[in-house]
């Protein structure tokens, strides 16, 4: 099964703009969605957005409604979410994760493979 590498996390300021990064390793996205889950400190994991890797289609959270933007690079077998207008409280370890596309649940079930999560830390 494919494994999941995240990168572009870092510290930022509110009000800017950052994109994340996932790539595969040891297979293709063929086949699979791709989601981001953010994890604040002390608190579970929740739900960000999603997209299905062979059509394109997009899922999000009513929360990541207009500021998230999830999108795929078929060339870089690549998927990054874009984040703008940061606020602090986007501060915290985001996470891909790849599962089969008529399995995942926003639950985060239903998922083969999780990073090891990138760091976003917005400072006001």
């Known amino acids: 099964q494919v494994q999941v590498v995240e990168s572009g996390g870092g510290l930022v300021q509110a009000g800017d703009s950052l994109t994340l990064t996932c790539a595969a390793s040891?297979?293709?996205?063929?086949?699979?969605?791709v989601g981001w889950f953010r994890q604040h400190q002390g608190k579970e994991r929740e739900f960000v957005a999603a997209i299905n890797w062979n059509s394109g289609r997009a899922y999000y959270a009513d929360s990541a409604q207009g500021r998230f933007i999830i999108s795929r690079d078929k060339a870089q077998n690549t998927v990054h979410l874009e984040i703008d207008s940061l606020k602090p409280e986007d501060t915290a370890v985001y996470y891909c994760?790849?599962?089969?596309?008529?399995?995942?649940?926003?639950?985060?079930?239903?998922?083969?493979?999780w990073g090891q999560g990138t760091q976003v830390t917005v400072s006001s």
């Open positions: 040891g297979g293709t996205f063929s086949r699979y969605a």
């Open positions: 994760a790849a599962g089969p596309y008529t399995l995942w649940q926003a639950n985060g079930r239903g998922w083969d493979s």
